[in-house]
């Protein structure tokens, strides 16, 4: 990953991996919007919904 930020995804992948988080986990897990980590929390949510009907704010 490269990015200005990535640290911040990798890291919260990480925990995701190294804890055995599941998708629901990132889902139901409150992260500070519009940052990298909240990307992967949407990324889960949009296996079940429909990633154009989501708000900005999902």
Same mark, same amino acid.
């Given at each position: 990953?490269?990015?200005? /930020?990535?640290? /911040?995804?990798?890291?919260?992948?990480?925990?995701?991996?190294?804890?055995?988080?599941?998708? =629901?986990?990132?889902? /139901?897990?409150? +992260?500070?919007?519009?940052?990298? +980590?909240?990307?992967?929390?949407?990324?889960? =949510? +949009?296996? /079940?919904?429909?990633?154009?009907?989501m708000?900005?704010c999902?």
């Open positions: 990953m490269l990015a200005e /930020e990535a640290g /911040e995804a990798i890291y919260a992948a990480t925990l995701a991996l190294r804890f055995g988080a599941t998708r =629901q986990d990132l889902v /139901e897990t409150l +992260a500070p919007y519009l940052t990298f +980590a909240e990307g992967i929390r949407l990324a889960a =949510q +949009a296996v /079940e919904r429909d990633p154009a009907k708000s900005c999902a």
